[in-house]
C-alpha cells in the first residue's frame, strides 16, 4: 500500500464510529498540560503508544482502541495522529481539548486541566501518570529511539506504513492467549460502534 493511500485510508478510519475523539483528545491533553501546555508531535505520539501499550501490558485492553501502526519513527496510534496533524480539527469533541498545531508543537486548549478530563477512568490517568513518570523526561528523538529499541512489535516500514496487530503486541508483552485478547478489543469497538449507531 502506498503513502498516500494509507493516509487516505487513515483519514477514513478518524470517521469510525468506534473511534472516541474525545477520549483520544484527552489523552492528547494530559500529555500536553503535563509537558507544560504544548508537546512536541513526535513526543506526544509517543508516549500516546506507551501509554495504550502500557494499558494493554496491565490491564489486557488499550486505552483507546486505537488503529496502531508501524511508521519510520515508530509505533503510533493512526487516527489519533491524524487528528493531532488536523483531520478533526473542527470536531467540538477535539477542539474543547486541543488547541491548534503551530509547526511540530501540539497544546491543550485554553483553561483545560486535568480535572476536566472525564472520559478517563482513574486506572486510565494512573497510566498516563505512570507513562509520564517513565518517559516524559525524554525527548522527541530519545523517545523514538526508545520505541525502536524496546516495542519489537514496530518493524520498520521502509518509508512506507504496516498495520501492528494488537495479537503481536499482546505476543511481545507475553500475554498468554494474544488471541482472544485481540479479539476481545474488536469485540470492545463493535460494542461502541452498536451505541454510536442509536
Known sequence: ??????????????MT????IRKAAQVAAYFAIAEGGSIN?????????????GAMERHGSPILNDHLVSM??????SMTLDCINGVESENPAWSSFIGGRAGY?????AGVSPDNLDELSRAEVDIL????GQF??????EIRDYTHAH????????GSSSTIPYDRVFKYLQKKDPTRLRDRVQEEKEIDEFFASL
Open 105 to 109: 508543537q501540539v497544546g491543550a486548549a
Open 17 to 20: 464510529p468506534w473511534f472516541n
Open 72 to 77: 519510520n519513527h515508530g509505533p503510533v496510534d
Open 129 to 132: 501518570r505512570t507513562t509520564w
Open 41 to 53: 508531535v513526535l513526543k506526544l505520539t509517543k508516549l500516546i503508544y506507551l501509554a495504550d501499550r
Open 151 to 158: 516495542c519489537p512489535e514496530w518493524e520498520d516500514p521502509n
Open 1 to 14: 500500500m502506498s503513502h498516500d493511500s494509507f493516509r487516505g485510508l487513515q483519514y477514513a478510519n478518524a
Open 136 to 141: 516524559g523526561h525524554m525527548d522527541k528523538y
